[in-house]
Nanobody
Framework: QVQLVESGGGLVQAGGSLRLSCAVS????????MGWFRQAPGKEREFVAA???????????HYADSAKGRFTCSRDNAKNTLYLQMNSLQPGDTAVYYC???????????????????WGQGTQVTVSS
């Protein structure tokens, strides 16, 4: 059974940083798309960042405009873990953050949440002003 477990969320002041982790068990996704989404209260879930293998030991990363320059998505295949380093956090980043993994590889569907097959339970990130 595939399980994705997020950790690292919490309360932080504006301008602060958090590092989210997503530990995967049950199978590996080293060749597949893995990413982060978030959902703020009263809003739809939105894409944040993702990474996928596009060649030998070569990974493509893609970010939402809101995350570019502030967030870094990375993966440690040896640990079967996905990370999201978030810097310069703002109150608008407050949301539940979800880790997700896909049976797909390549970059075509990297932003499409409906192409992700496995989801974590989410971790709350709250940024105070």
């Amino acid at each position: 059974q595939v399980q994705l477990v997020e950790s690292g969320g919490g309360l932080v002041q504006a301008g602060g940083s958090l590092r989210l982790s997503c530990a995967v068990s049950g199978r590996t996704f080293s060749n597949n798309i893995m990413g982060w989404f978030r959902q703020a209260p009263g809003k739809e879930r939105e894409f944040v960042a993702a990474t996928t293998r596009i060649g030998f030991n070569t990974y493509y990363k893609h970010y939402a405009d809101s995350a570019k320059g502030r967030f870094t998505c990375s993966r440690d295949n040896a640990k079967n873990t996905l990370y999201l380093q978030m810097n310069s956090l703002q109150p608008g980043d407050t949301a539940v953050y979800y880790c997700a993994a896909s049976d797909y590889s390549g970059s075509d569907f990297i932003r499409d949440q409906y192409r992700y097959n496995y989801w974590g339970q989410g971790t709350q990130v709250t940024v105070s002003s």
